[in-house]
């Protein structure tokens, strides 16, 4: 069964005029269909305002869909009854990560969603324990998070989520706010739950180096699911994300650029590695 399933589903956010009138704005997502399967890595990009964070919110039944179905792990999310199965189902991390941590201890903060769920005590340690080392955090447990960097902080965050046993991990454009090093901390984190854990993982974001160990990745503009593919396939298409306000991985672009200059490579180079096997069997084993 799919993790999570996304039907027709369209979102209008409501505004008031200034006469009070409340009314609806055009679609934010407009007739999405997406299916994830479980243990799946699934990247989301999109510039600003393309929705891809709209759509991230219906996933934790944050929001639910104007038109159309949004399922999580086999749960309607318009079904309020069902509010606490899906959010235990699927977690959300956001852009801030202290916008979400709000213990004055590390360990205190991990431990808050289990204490919600009435874990007892001894489960509730072992949770936060498995939960820091899982991140690589475990040697920060007795500090105050007000003195982590933002890369820490975030994986402080993801912490939090994952000791409440979540199938599927939403990370809502989760380095948005952070340096190179952090970003990089983060995705590896993500990455190793999902490849090690079997953690189902959706990583909204528009760091086009971040989805290159993805599944499958899915595209969005004017609220719509334009591409669908792996990695190789949607990067493949330079002047089609181009023409979407969208960049491709540095070392894909330096590709396609020697490739126009008459240099057979084929396309969608994703790593520097890749490049320099291909540039290696053009030069006749030499090495480049």
Not at 142 to 158: E, T
Not at 213 to 230: I, P, S, W
Request: glycine share 8%; with cysteine.
């Amino acid at each position: 069964m799919s993790i999570i399933k996304i039907k027709d589903m369209i979102y209008r956010y409501l505004k008031v005029d200034d006469e009070g009138n409340t009314q609806m704005e055009e679609p934010a997502v407009d007739g999405v269909d997406l299916e994830v399967q479980p243990g799946e890595f699934i990247a989301i990009l999109g510039h600003n305002g393309s929705g891809k964070s709209t759509l991230a919110k219906h996933i934790n039944a944050i929001l639910t869909p104007t038109e159309g179905t949004v399922w999580v792990d086999g749960h309607d999310t318009k079904d309020v009854s069902k509010l606490w199965q899906i959010r235990k189902a699927a977690g959300m991390v956001f852009q801030n990560p202290d916008n979400q941590i709000i213990g004055t201890v590390v360990d205190e903060d991990v431990a808050f969603g289990p204490e919600n769920m009435g874990m007892p005590t001894e489960k509730i340690r072992k949770r936060v324990e498995e939960s820091l080392k899982a991140v690589e955090m475990w040697e920060y447990r007795s500090h105050s998070p007000n003195k982590l960097s933002g890369g820490q902080k975030q994986r402080v965050a993801i912490a939090g989520v994952i000791a409440m046993h979540p199938k599927c991990i939403v990370l809502d454009e989760p380095t948005a706010m952070l340096d190179p090093n952090g970003r990089h901390e983060v995705v590896e984190t993500a990455l190793k739950l999902n490849k090690e854990d079997g953690v189902t993982v959706l990583l909204i974001t528009h760091y086009m180096e971040e989805v290159i160990h993805a599944d499958r990745v899915f595209v969005m503009d004017q609220g719509k699911v334009v591409l669908q593919g792996t990695p190789r396939e949607i990067f493949s298409q330079v002047e089609t994300l181009r023409r979407l306000r969208l960049d491709v991985p540095q070392v894909t672009m330096l590709a396609y650029e020697l490739k126009k200059r008459g240099i057979e490579l084929p396309d969608g180079i994703l790593s520097l590695e890749e490049l320099r096997s291909e540039l290696n069997k053009l030069a006749g084993g030499k090495r480049v």
